[in-house]
C-alpha cells in the first residue's frame, strides 16, 4: 500500500515539475516579450522627442519668419505712405506749373 502511495506522489511530483517548467518557460517568454516591449517604448519616446524637438524648432522658424513679414510689412506700407505723399506733392506742382502756364498764356 505504502509502494502504491509513494508511486502516486512521485507521479504527481513529476506532473509538477513538468508544470513548474512549463510556467517557468512560459515566464521566461513572457519577460522577453516584455523586455522587447519595453525597448519598444523607449525607441518610440526616443522618436516622439525627437519629432516633438523638430516640430518645436519649426514652430519657432515659422514664428520667427511670421514676425519678420510682420516687420517687413510695416516698412512698405511706410514706404507706400511715403510714395502717395510725395505723388501727392508732385501732382500739386504740377498743378501750381501749369496754373502759372495758364497765367503767362492769358497776360
Known amino acids: 500500500k505504502l509502494q502504491t502511495e509513494l508511486n502516486t506522489c512521485l507521479k504527481e511530483k513529476s506532473k509538477l515539475e513538468t508544470l513548474v517548467q512549463g510556467m517557468e518557460a512560459k515566464l521566461k ?54 510714395m502717395k505723399e510725395r505723388s501727392k506733392q508732385e501732382e500739386n506742382l504740377h498743378e501750381i506749373a501749369i496754373k502759372e502756364l495758364e497765367a503767362e498764356l492769358n497776360k
Do not use: C, F, P, W
Open 29 to 82: 517568454e513572457d519577460n522577453t516579450r516584455i523586455v522587447k516591449l519595453e525597448l519598444e517604448i523607449k525607441h518610440n519616446k526616443t522618436s516622439y522627442q525627437t519629432k516633438l524637438t523638430h516640430d518645436e524648432q519649426e514652430m519657432l522658424r515659422l514664428a520667427t519668419a511670421k514676425e519678420e513679414l510682420e516687420i517687413a510689412q510695416v516698412g512698405l506700407k511706410e514706404e507706400l505712405s511715403e
